[in-house]
Every structure is written in structure tokens, then in C-alpha cells.
């Protein structure tokens, strides 16, 4: 059992959220979105290249951020992590970008095909 000081929960209270960008906003990144602002993340960010699913995305999550490249969203500083929420074919290009740009990835399987 490991037991928290009272120091330690304070830095807990108040440190920064962690900084999310996603790319790729279709519906899978809808759950990506629920589950990272329920474990208490920002979403800083997301990526799409198809405009109309941007712009709607990015007003039905009050995400201030949109780019149609990913490799803008990865330009961001603070960014802490994404996750790669597009179609199979584009994880490879996306998930070596993130990595590129030091920030941690999640992607689904396959990271490419």
C-alpha cells in the first residue's frame, strides 16, 4: 500500500492538467475525447483534413484549436500527448510525427499497414 503525504497531495491538486491534441476527429475520436476529459485532461487541440468534420468537431467540443495538418497540432507548445484517431492508413505518418515531436502517442492498432 502506498501512502501519500499531505505535500504530495497538494502538488496533485495543483498541478496542470495534461495537454491532449487529437488527430483525427471521427467518431472513434468522440470516445477519446469522453475518456481523457473524464480522467481530468485538456483537450488542447485536434486535427482533421476533411474541413466541415473539423470546424463541427471543434465546436461541438469547445476545442479553440483546429488545424487541417497534424504536423501544425504537433507544433503547439505545452502539448503533452495524442492520440491518433484516424482511418488505419494514416496511423503510420501521424504516429512517427507525434514521436518526432516528443510527445507521447496513443494510437490504436495498426500503427500502419
Known amino acids: 500500500m502506498i501512502v501519500a503525504s499531505s505535500d504530495t497531495l497538494d502538488t496533485a491538486r ?42 463541427r468537431r471543434a465546436r461541438e467540443w469547445g476545442v479553440e484549436h483546429a488545424f487541417a495538418d497534424h504536423r501544425e497540432l504537433l507544433a503547439m507548445p505545452g502539448l503533452d500527448a495524442v492520440s491518433v484517431c484516424t482511418p488505419n492508413a494514416a496511423h503510420h505518418a501521424a504516429t512517427l510525427a507525434a514521436a518526432a515531436a516528443g510527445v507521447h502517442v496513443l494510437c490504436e492498432k495498426p500503427v500502419s499497414l
Not at 483525427?24 to 487541440?45: L, Q, T
Request: charged content about 15%.
Open 14 to 55: 495543483t498541478a496542470r492538467p495534461v495537454r491532449v491534441g487529437i488527430i483525427g476527429a471521427g467518431n472513434i475520436a468522440r470516445n477519446h475525447v469522453e475518456g481523457y476529459r473524464a480522467a481530468g485532461a485538456e483537450i488542447v487541440a485536434i486535427a482533421d483534413t476533411q474541413a466541415q468534420t473539423l470546424v
